[in-house]
C-alpha cells in the first residue's frame, strides 16, 4: 500500500538571486514596519535572518533616502530646515516603527548613575523611563541638529562664494550614508559579541557570518565611495569603527554579550556621529 502523499514544506533559497531576495526581505522584516508580501516565510531559520544581515546597509540607506525625499519635498513646500529636519526623523521613525529608538531607551533606563545593569526580561515592555526618554530627546535633537547644520553651513558657503549649492541634496546624501554606516556598526557588533545571557534580541538573533559581516562593511563603504571625497569616507569609517569598539565593549562587560537593546543603540549612536561628522565637515560634500 502507498504511503499518503505529503505536501513538501517550502524553504529558503539556497542560491542565486532569489536568496538576495529572500535575505533583503528578512532585512526588511528585521528593520522595518513595512508590510511585507505574504510570500515571505514567516519560520525562517535564526541563523538564516542572521546571515541575511549583509542586507542591512542596504536597507539602512533606502531608510535614509526616504527621510531625505522627506527632507526635499518639506523645503520644496516653503518650510524651515529645522522643520524639515523634524519631518525627515519623523518619517524614518515611521518607517522604522522606532524599533532602535526604543532599543536606546531600553538600554539608558538600564543605567543607575554610571553603571549599566544586566538586563532584566520584563525591561522590554512599552514603558520608558525617564533615562530612557532623556536619551531619545537627546539623540532626536542632535540628528536634527546634524542635519539642520550641515545645510546652514553650505547655505553660508554659498552666499559668501555666491555659489549655488544644493543643501537639500547634501542632506539627502548625510542620511543614506549614516542609514548605511550605522547599520553596518550594529551588524559589526552582532558579529564580535555572543548573545546576552538574559538575550531579548527579537529578530537581531543567531550567529552573524564573517561574509555577512564583511559584504555589511562593503556595502556602507560602498555607499561612501559614490557619494564623498576619499578623504571624508575615511573620517566617517574611522567614526563608525570607534562607535562599534565602544558598543562592542560597554556590551562585553556590562552585558555579556548582544542584545536587541545594545544592536539597536548602536545604530542610533553611530547614526548621529556620522551626521555630526558630516555637518562638521559639510563643504567637503
Known amino acids: 500500500m502507498d504511503e499518503p502523499h ?22 526588511l522584516r528585521a528593520l522595518t514596519a513595512l508590510p511585507l508580501p505574504a510570500a515571505l516565510p514567516e519560520d525562517a531559520n535564526v541563523q538564516r535572518q542572521a546571515a541575511a544581515s549583509w542586507a542591512y546597509p542596504l536597507i539602512g540607506a533606502l531608510i535614509g533616502l526616504g527621510g531625505g525625499l522627506v527632507f526635499l519635498a518639506a523645503v520644496s513646500l516653503g518650510l524651515g530646515i529645522g522643520s524639515a529636519a523634524l519631518l525627515a526623523i519623523v518619517s524614518q521613525i515611521l518607517l522604522t516603527g522606532g524599533r532602535h529608538e526604543r532599543s536606546l531607551a531600553r538600554l539608558t533606563d538600564g543605567f543607575r548613575g554610571w553603571r549599566l545593569m544586566p538586563a532584566d526580561p520584563a525591561q522590554y515592555g512599552s514603558r520608558i523611563g525617564i533615562n530612557g526618554l532623556l536619551a531619545l530627546l537627546l539623540l532626536i535633537a542632535l540628528r536634527s541638529n546634524g542635519i539642520e547644520d550641515l545645510a546652514n553651513s553650505l547655505l553660508s558657503v554659498a552666499e559668501e562664494f555666491e555659489a549655488t549649492v544644493s543643501y537639500g541634496t547634501a542632506a539627502t546624501i548625510a542620511l543614506v550614508l549614516a542609514g548605511a554606516g550605522s547599520r553596518a556598526a550594529m551588524v559589526w557588533v552582532w558579529f564580535l559579541l555572543p548573545p546576552a545571557p538574559n538575550d531579548q534580541a527579537g529578530p537581531l538573533e543567531g550567529d552573524v557570518p564573517l561574509a555577512a559581516a564583511l559584504q555589511a562593511g562593503a556595502l556602507a563603504l560602498f555607499c561612501g565611495l559614490l557619494l564623498l571625497s576619499l578623504k571624508l569616507l575615511l573620517a566617517v569609517a574611522l567614526t563608525v569603527a ?44
Open 6 to 27: 505529503s505536501v513538501p514544506k517550502s524553504e529558503p533559497p539556497r542560491h542565486g538571486w532569489q536568496r538576495r531576495r529572500h535575505d533583503l526581505l528578512l532585512a
Open 242 to 285: 570607534l562607535v562599534a569598539l565602544a558598543m562592542h565593549a560597554l556590551g562585553r562587560k556590562r552585558l555579556g554579550g548582544h542584545d536587541e537593546a545594545l544592536l539597536g543603540s548602536t545604530q542610533q549612536v553611530a547614526e548621529v556621529m556620522i551626521l555630526l561628522v558630516l555637518s562638521a565637515t559639510a563643504v567637503a560634500l
